[in-house]
């Protein structure tokens, strides 16, 4: 894909969707207007778009063969080289089409895949989307690729008897090995990072691309989190601690947006990305209201929660954008669908109170409460449970100071294990002193 910046004119593109009995034409034009979404996203202009009805798939062009003679003629018109279409194509469609129109084909995986790989910033996100990109390329291998041999420690001189494509093939097999080593290194040392976090109360913003996610982050955290009107803004996971009110904070995370016919290999490649979603005690699915489908986003990003594994996991659903709905009686409606739900303008900070009270609520069911007993010569103890606890009563006695106080049971040990390493060190120094 030909990215543009200064003066330089940008690729232009034509959109092409196909409409099978399956499926209902408003649902293909508004899976096209995503499409040019992305395109934008990715530098490209659409200078039109095409749908075909069709009972099947033509197995040799995707599309029919007059409507391959009528995109060949739309490209002339307005002299575009590039055909975007809205679903995966085989690789004997993409060179059947290439050959037919002159122009390069692009599908909606390879599309998603190079806009990833422009927002990919970090190292993780990197090797992320090019192990996508080459998972995704390896099965489309037409042209020359040893360029790749520089990247592979200088591994492709051919064997005996072996093809240019057979040489290409297997320096991509090598770089996808490399690039899956690599990525276990780094899942190491997240896991490292995880296992620190595992006390607090975890939090993974979820949702699809697009709907407010980082402009709620940063209202929550004060964290400078990227917010643009682009699709796949940030890629990372980002974490900050959120303090909810005197007693209660967690750690939220934001993760990257979903999308429908998100590519199965992104999926898979990002898999220890979107660990934080596996790894957190409550999701906060954050759905754009204002949007004309965005039950159907609610389905997308349910069915990428199915597919890894976290379809079971508790989730408050917060309904951004209210600000933008022309329709207010659909919050009524919501609510009833969702009873737990939350309606807020992250942009406008309404209702953003509700949201942190709803937050205390989940944070709560998940305290235990603790009676305990310690000495007064461990008094000093008190202020690290008073900031790790909500004390909902301390007493000073005669030699001791009986506290109750809730927290989760992560938290408890902890406290309890501070309580008895300070008590054996205050034994420890008592025998000391009378031993002297």
Not at 20 to 40: G, K, Y
């Amino acid at each position: 894909m030909q990215h543009t910046t200064g003066d330089i004119s940008p690729e232009k593109a034509v959109l092409i969707g196909v409409a099978l009995p399956s499926h209902q034409r408003w649902m293909v034009e508004d899976n096209l207007m995503e499409l040019r979404f992305l395109a934008a996203t990715s530098g490209v202009e659409v200078v039109d778009q095409v749908v075909q009805e069709r009972s099947h798939i033509n197995p040799a062009y995707f599309i029919g063969k007059g409507k391959v003679e009528e995109l060949s003629q739309l490209l002339k018109m307005y002299d575009a080289a590039t055909v975007i279409f809205d679903d995966d194509l085989t690789p004997a469609q993409i060179r059947n089409l290439e050959r037919a129109t002159s122009a390069k084909i692009i599908d909606r995986s390879t599309l998603i895949l190079d806009i990833f790989a422009q927002h990919a910033r970090t190292r993780a996100a990197k090797t992320q989307v090019e192990l996508a990109q080459l998972q995704h390329l390896l099965p489309r291998l037409t042209r020359q690729w040893t360029h790749l041999s520089r990247q592979v420690g200088g591994i492709g001189t051919k064997g005996p008897g072996e093809t240019q494509l057979e040489t290409d093939r297997r320096l991509i097999r090598k770089r996808i090995e490399a690039l899956r080593s690599e990525l276990e290194r780094i899942d190491r040392q997240r896991d490292t990072r995880r296992k620190g976090r595992k006390r607090e109360f975890r939090v993974s913003l979820i949702g699809y691309t697009n709907v407010g996610k980082s402009t709620l982050m940063n209202l929550l955290s004060g964290a400078d989190v990227l917010v643009e009107d682009q699709l796949f803004a940030t890629l990372d996971s980002t974490i900050r601690r959120v303090q909810l009110d005197a007693d209660h904070h967690i750690l939220l995370s934001d993760t990257v947006g979903f999308i429908r016919k998100l590519p199965h290999n992104l999926v898979e490649s990002f898999k220890s990305t979107l660990d934080e979603v596996l790894d957190a005690d409550l999701l906060l699915h954050v759905v754009d209201i204002s949007h004309p489908v965005f039950e159907e986003q609610i389905k997308t990003v349910l069915e990428v929660l199915r597919e890894l594994g976290a379809s079971e996991k508790p989730i408050l659903t917060v309904f951004n954008k209210i600000d933008l709905l022309k329709e207010k009686e659909l919050i009524g409606s919501m609510r009833r669908q969702f009873p737990d739900s939350v309606f807020v303008s992250a942009t406008r900070q309404i209702r953003t109170g509700k949201l942190k009270e709803a937050l205390v609520k989940y944070v709560e069911r998940n305290f235990v409460t603790q009676s305990i007993e310690i000495p007064i010569a461990l008094s000093g103890l008190l202020n690290t449970i008073h900031s790790q606890a909500v004390v909902e009563h301390q007493e000073f006695l005669d030699e001791t100071i009986q506290i109750r106080y809730r927290t989760t049971p992560a938290i408890r040990e902890k406290i309890t294990r501070l309580i008895k390493k300070a008590s054996k060190d205050h034994e420890q120094l008592l025998a000391n002193r009378s031993a002297s």
